[in-house]
């Protein structure tokens, strides 16, 4: 049981590009999110989906798209990067009405 | 909005020392409050909370939610450099599901041997 796994772990990216970062959850959960964690900040919510095809925006979700097309995939693709979307970024999923998130290991992402 | 706040941001202390973490909170239709611990990297689920007074206890580790005041209180005792971590509380948005969750800032907690 992989949990829930989150490529690649480590990236540069220079200000202007795009990319994805990629979620993956193999425990049939139907909630999935996305975080970014700063210094002193907590964990801040980019976005979030309760179900395949269902997503919302959270607290910050200024520069970043979501797709919800199958329930273990929740990709985030930073459109154009800027330095400020310099951070470590989670993804978690849970059972519905659970509260109880399991956790991604992380993606952390440096903009230059 | 909804918001929470731990204090104290920091906390340093030694082993066998008991420690309390504190989390207020205001958010519309409270339905529940939850703590996580994230060490080296992702967070992990502690305990959710949903009636007053009532205590969740995991080996020295315990909280208990004040509906009243608001809070809850995630007590460590006997601590041990292994709850060297970050504490994070969370409330799930607006009473309406667990899609959404807002976090704390977190408590720095050091355990020295």
């Known amino acids: 049981n992989a949990g829930v796994t989150q490529t690649p772990k480590f990236q540069v990216l220079k200000t202007g590009q795009s990319m994805t970062l990629q979620c993956a959850q193999d425990m049939n959960h139907e909630y999935m999110s996305w975080y970014r964690q700063d210094p002193g900040m907590g964990l801040r919510l980019i976005h979030y989906?309760?179900?395949?095809?269902?997503?919302d925006q959270g607290e910050v979700p200024n520069g970043y798209n979501v797709s919800r097309s199958t329930t273990e995939d929740f990709p985030l693709r930073l459109l154009s990067a800027a330095p400020s979307q310099t951070s470590v970024y989670f993804c978690a999923s849970s059972p519905p009405h659970s509260g109880g998130y399991t956790f991604g290991s992380g993606t952390r992402l440096t903009v230059v | 909005e909804d918001k929470v706040v731990q204090s104290p941001l920091s906390l340093v202390v030694h082993e066998g020392d008991t420690v309390t973490l504190n989390c207020s909170y205001e958010?519309?239709?409270?339905?529940?409050l939850l703590w996580y611990k994230q060490e080296k990297k992702a967070p992990t689920f502690l305990f959710m909370l949903t009636s007053s007074g009532i205590e969740k206890k995991s080996g020295r580790l315990s909280s208990i939610l004040d509906k009243k005041e608001l809070s809850s209180i995630l007590n460590i005792t006997a601590t041990q450099t292994g709850d060297s971590a970050i504490y994070l509380c969370?409330?799930?948005?607006?009473?309406?599901?667990?899609?959404?969750?807002?976090f704390g800032q977190g408590t720095i907690l050091t355990v020295h041997p």
């Open positions: 958010v519309t239709n409270f339905r529940s």
């Open positions: 989906s309760v179900g395949a095809g269902i997503t």
């Open positions: 969370a409330v799930p948005a607006g009473g309406t599901s667990y899609g959404k969750l807002t």
